[in-house]
T-cell receptor
Framework: GAVVSQHPSWVICKSGTSVKIECRSL??????MFWYRQFPKQSLMLMAT?????????EQGVEKDKFLINHASLTLSTLTVTSAHPEDSSFYICSVTDGGVTDTQYFGPGTRLTVL | GENVEQHPSTLSVQEGDSAVIKCTYS??????FPWYKQELGKRPQLIID?????GEKKDQRIAVTLNKTAKHFSLHITETQPEDSAVYFCAASISGNQFYFGTGTSLTVIP
């Protein structure tokens, strides 16, 4: 399966600052990446679908100006949490699919964001 | 959009017994249904999946069944072992374009 990495694995920041999370597909070109948010002991909530070279598609209720997604290359998508607040503290996980070959989804290891 | 419901939220079984987790979905266009196992602080891992053209799929101790008419699918784990303890998520997708997850089931296998 695909190898997906995320950086950083854990970030602590002050309220009001912006944080960038990177998601990399290490062994194949991902035209589509997904970003999820997961609160403790809760399910994964799809935030947006990131398409290489075009604007991301956000799920209802997700603020696009708050969560900026850039998918500039076939191996890298970034999620920037702008003006982070404590309520943004969560586990953010990206995933890639194999481009429609099997629809299988491969997850990154996740990034824990703690906003003080 | 798609709405996926999952039951139960917690499940405890004795080692060796079977565990069943059920999910329902709302969008009849969904055609791909993966199941994930997630251990604390780790990424979800795909354990089995099924497509809408198949009614049942089995992989050793794990099986999944799908009822398209009723829009529900289930995960069956037989001969459970302590290492099966984790949180399990079902998901529904239309050809891998978006994935919508169930609320999760925390499975505890008691030795």
């Amino acid at each position: 399966g695909a190898v997906v990495s995320q950086h950083p694995s854990w970030v602590i920041c002050k309220s009001g600052t912006s944080v960038k999370i990177e998601c990399r597909s290490l062994d194949f070109q991902a035209t589509t990446m997904f970003w999820y948010r997961q609160f403790p002991k809760q399910s994964l909530m799809l935030m947006a679908t990131s398409n290489e070279g075009s604007k991301a598609t956000y799920e209802q209720g997700v603020e696009k100006d708050k969560f900026l997604i850039n998918h500039a290359s076939l191996t890298l998508s970034t999620l920037t949490v702008t003006s982070a607040h404590p309520e943004d503290s969560s586990f953010y996980i990206c995933s890639v699919t194999d481009g429609g070959v099997t629809d299988t989804q491969y997850f990154g290891p996740g990034t824990r964001l703690t906003v003080l | 959009g798609e709405n996926v419901e999952q039951h139960p939220s917690t499940l405890s079984v004795q080692e060796g017994d079977s565990a069943v987790i059920k999910c329902t979905y709302s969008d009849s266009a969904s055609n791909y249904f993966p199941w994930y196992k997630q251990e604390l602080g780790k990424r979800p891992q795909l354990i089995i999946d099924i497509r809408s053209n198949v009614g049942e799929k089995k992989d050793q101790r794990i099986a999944v069944t799908l009822n398209k008419t009723a829009k529900h699918f289930s995960l069956h784990i037989t001969e459970t072992q302590p290492e099966d303890s984790a949180v399990y998520f079902c998901a529904a997708s239309i050809s891998g374009n978006q994935f919508y997850f169930g609320t999760g089931t925390s499975l505890t296998v008691i030795p």
